[in-house]
């Protein structure tokens, strides 16, 4: 029985992994180098300073900032992650998402945001998403970024389910490891190659519906 259907945020319900990554490469440019597209896929569902560690790596400047630079860094790069998103509207979330959420709801089934992103909740109310969720659990409220499963077991607590009762969607691998070590089956989405650890595939929601989950995972 599915009792609760957790969903990433970022290359999920809206497209904001393309304004991580600009704003990543941005960063990577001003320090001397160039962070590539494919570098940037290791980004992808972890949290903003681990995500620095991958961008500093890539660079070969893994030991050159101290801490308190680390932490300038991250935020250098939050404020113009935070530009692209704060001009975001509905238009930009994923084709079938919201109808899918929807769809959901209507079944009575709970719906919960599971995100590392600290800017979910602005996310949320620029793309009018807030009131399809009925708990929201982001990176201000967990301490173990993913694939620790934290953020899913948090998620899943809010809304009292069960992680065997419980459903991930999510666009990376870190993602869907947390899922399985909540206990919780997964759903991955956009059909990267990396997501084959998850309990089924999805190239995107668009025609997607809650009774071809239920058959496909049930």
């Known amino acids: 029985m599915i009792a609760c259907c957790l969903f990433d945020l970022d290359g999920v319900i809206v497209d904001t992994a393309r304004y991580h990554y600009l704003a990543w490469a941005s960063l990577a440019r001003e320090l001397g180098f160039e962070f590539t597209p494919e570098a940037g896929e ?4 972890v949290s903003r300073m681990a995500s620095l560690d991958i961008v500093l790596h890539a660079g070969g ?3 050159r900032f101290s801490p308190a630079e680390k932490e300038r860094l991250a935020a250098e790069k939050n404020a113009r992650y935070l530009a692209y998103v704060s001009a975001m509207t509905p238009a930009e ?3 079938g998402a919201a109808a899918f959420l929807r769809d959901v709801r209507a079944h009575g089934v709970l719906t919960v945001l599971g995100s590392a ?3 979910a909740g602005t996310i949320l109310d620029r793309c009018g998403l807030r009131p399809l969720f009925d708990a929201v659990v982001d990176g201000t409220g967990v301490t173990h970024p993913k694939p620790d499963p934290e953020v899913f077991a948090k998620g899943a607590g809010a809304v009292g389910a069960r992680p065997e009762n419980c459903v991930v969607f999510e666009d990376a691998a870190a993602g869907i490891e947390a899922a399985a070590r909540a206990g919780m089956r997964s759903v991955g989405v956009g059909g990267s190659p990396l997501l084959a650890g998850a309990s089924m595939q999805l190239k995107g ?4 519906t809650f009774e071809m989950l239920c058959r496909e995972i049930d």
């Open 42 to 45: 290791a980004t992808k569902g």
């Open 61 to 63: 400047l893994d030991d």
């Open 205 to 208: 929601f668009e025609g997607f």
């Open 117 to 119: 992103s600290k800017n």
């Open 93 to 95: 979330v994923l084709p």
